[in-house]
């Protein structure tokens, strides 16, 4: 069995997995939500004290699992570093105590590997849009070593533009879950939020000039009357949500007609979206492309992503021990 830890930013989370079957023998996660939810963000300092907590928790009831434990992967980047290292000293310890490999993991090819969990098979090629709150991107994995970023936001990310609106409307911490729900309960896009990068023809993302736009329009109805209406606040929901996921269809449509697609997946926390699902899904359809999607729980940061990656990237190594 391979043991996996994760704590990049405010989840504390640790997993055991099958290194034979790819069975998931143990998974847990300690979410910080709630502890940051009234600074309106996660709090590096906070998020480091808690995972110092969390994870020795979670670990100590798995204490009867050790001695199956062939080898330790964690995330190592990118993430919050003070929350990182948590993990990574925790790792180390247990690999040094146990004379096992230590294998380091990156976070974003992490949520790759979400698409395999408790799945025996690997599938490359893969086209994937990773939409989480620190990434936008669309990247390629093609084999164990060959995965490749195709492009990126120049500055906010899809989920974090989702929590940047949040906070605007005082809808607390995470924002994304909150903001799709709102968007939900209204029956119009009223606002008429400017696409982002409409005339760049690269396939890059931006997500600060909306989250501008977005701003610019509260503060308008907020002269008109200081606390928002709840009708507004689902339509301003709405129409930034409408937009964003404009963007990103704008951009996978130009990337589909670049590429022949016979795989593409979404995976990272905001592809728990079901709007951004929907549309993806229609491009797929017509694109005549399979659509992979992560099960729900793993679309958000998770030791069991970690623990699948490891093994997929590091065979050799693993089926040796
Ligand atoms: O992958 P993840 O757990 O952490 C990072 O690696 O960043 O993603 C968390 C992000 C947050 O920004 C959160 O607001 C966003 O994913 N998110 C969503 C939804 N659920 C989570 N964004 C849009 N719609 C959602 N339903
Ligand atoms: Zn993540």
Same mark, same amino acid.
């Given at each position: 069995?391979i043991? %996996?830890?994760?704590s %990049?930013?405010?989840?504390?989370?640790?997993?055991?997995?099958?290194? #034979?079957t790819?069975?998931?023998?143990?998974?847990?996660?300690? $979410?910080?939500?709630?502890?940051?939810?009234?600074?309106?963000?996660?709090?590096?300092?906070?998020?480091?004290? +808690?995972? *110092?907590?969390?994870?020795?928790?979670? +670990?100590?009831?798995?204490?009867?699992?050790? @001695? $199956?434990? #062939?080898?330790?992967?964690?995330?190592?980047?990118?993430?919050?570093?003070?929350s990182?290292?948590?993990?990574?000293?925790? *790792?180390?310890?247990?690999?040094?105590?146990?004379?096992? @490999?230590?294998? @380091?993991?990156?976070?974003?090819?992490?949520?790759?590997?979400?698409?395999?969990?408790? &799945?025996? #098979?690997?599938?490359?090629?893969?086209?994937?849009?990773?939409?989480?709150?620190?990434h936008?991107?669309?990247?390629?994995?093609?084999?164990?070593?060959d995965?490749?970023?195709?492009?990126?936001?120049?500055?906010? $990310?899809?989920?974090?533009?989702?929590?940047?609106?949040?906070?605007?409307? /005082?809808?607390?911490?995470? /924002?994304?879950?909150?903001?799709?729900?709102?968007? &939900?309960?209204?029956?119009?896009?009223?606002?008429?939020?400017?696409?982002?990068?409409?005339?760049?023809?690269?396939?890059?993302?931006?997500?600060?000039?909306?989250?501008?736009?977005?701003?610019?329009?509260?503060?308008?109805?907020k002269?008109?009357?200081?606390?928002?209406?709840?009708?507004?606040?689902?339509?301003?929901?709405?129409?930034?949500?409408?937009?964003?996921? #404009?963007?990103?269809?704008?951009? +996978?449509?130009?990337?589909? !007609?670049?590429n &022949?697609?016979?795989?593409?997946?979404i995976?990272? /926390?905001? !592809?728990a979206?079901?709007?951004?699902?929907?549309?993806?899904?229609?491009?797929c359809?017509?694109?005549?492309?399979?659509?992979?999607?992560?099960? +729900?729980?793993?679309?958000?940061?998770?030791?069991?992503?970690?623990?699948?990656?490891?093994? *997929?990237?590091?065979?050799?190594?693993? !089926? %040796?021990?």
């Amino acid at each position: 069995m391979i043991l %996996s830890i994760e704590s %990049s930013c405010d989840d504390s989370s640790v997993a055991v997995t099958s290194i #034979k079957t790819k069975q998931l023998i143990f998974h847990k996660k300690i $979410s910080q939500e709630e502890q940051h939810n009234k600074y309106e963000g996660v709090v590096p300092e906070l998020a480091s004290r +808690l995972h *110092a907590q969390n994870l020795p928790q979670i +670990l100590k009831s798995i204490t009867h699992l050790l @001695p $199956s434990i #062939k080898a330790v992967a964690v995330t190592t980047s990118p993430g919050l570093k003070v929350s990182l290292i948590q993990g990574i000293t925790m *790792a180390k310890a247990i690999a040094i105590t146990l004379n096992i @490999p230590y294998i @380091p993991i990156n976070h974003l090819t992490g949520h790759i590997f979400s698409l395999f969990i408790e &799945k025996e #098979k690997t599938i490359y090629p893969m086209h994937i849009l990773l939409a989480s709150g620190g990434h936008t991107q669309i990247m390629q994995i093609h084999s164990q070593t060959d995965i490749k970023t195709i492009s990126k936001t120049l500055d906010d $990310s899809f989920g974090e533009s989702f929590d940047k609106v949040a906070k605007m409307l /005082g809808l607390g911490y995470p /924002g994304g879950a909150t903001v799709e729900k709102y968007a &939900k309960q209204s029956t119009q896009i009223k606002y008429n939020f400017t696409v982002p990068m409409l005339r760049n023809k690269s396939l890059n993302f931006s997500y600060s000039g909306l989250k501008q736009g977005v701003k610019v329009q509260i503060e308008k109805l907020k002269q008109e009357n200081e606390k928002l209406t709840k009708t507004q606040i689902q339509d301003i929901c709405a129409s930034f949500q409408f937009t964003a996921i #404009k963007h990103i269809e704008k951009r +996978l449509t130009a990337y589909f !007609s670049q590429n &022949k697609i016979q795989d593409f997946a979404i995976v990272g /926390g905001a !592809s728990a979206n079901k709007s951004l699902r929907q549309s993806i899904e229609k491009i797929c359809k017509t694109q005549n492309t399979k659509l992979h999607l992560c099960n +729900l729980q793993y679309c958000s940061d998770n030791a069991a992503m970690i623990g699948r990656a490891a093994i *997929a990237l590091h065979d050799d190594l693993l !089926s %040796s021990l």
